[in-house]
């Protein structure tokens, strides 16, 4: 079972690392219209694998300040001085995201009135 899961993430590795993020985001899309039948909203799946794939490399960026900056005060030993401000900052980063959206109208209810 661990083999299997390494090559699972070897493979992952490889398209990610060959495959254009564009290419990757129509290639769910593609595969998602498939299932626009069943009543799946297809557009809002996409958007969301596309807010997680361009949110992980801001995350692991968040993580990598916090552990600088927790090491330049001398607590790089420190669970709390690395996990308390990339929690703070990347819920600021989803809000921030989120206002985002918002302002463009996307993920407003239509039933709900302002």
């Given at each position: 079972m661990v083999g299997?899961?390494?090559a699972l993430i070897l493979a992952a590795s490889a398209v990610t690392a060959s495959t254009a993020l564009e290419d990757m985001l129509d290639t769910i899309t593609w595969l998602l219209r498939r299932l626009r039948g069943v009543g799946i909203p297809t557009e809002q799946v996409s958007l969301a694998f596309s807010l997680t794939i361009t949110a992980i490399p801001n995350i692991l960026g968040?993580?990598?300040e916090s552990h600088d900056a927790a090491k330049?005060?001398?607590l790089e030993r420190?669970?709390?001085a690395l996990v308390?401000?990339?929690?703070i900052r990347t819920?600021?980063?989803a809000q921030l995201t989120g206002e985002a959206l918002a302002a463009r109208g996307l993920g407003e209810d239509e039933g709900q009135s302002s």
């Open positions: 299997d899961l390494f968040i993580a990598r330049a005060r001398g420190s669970s709390r308390v401000p990339l929690v819920v600021a980063h």
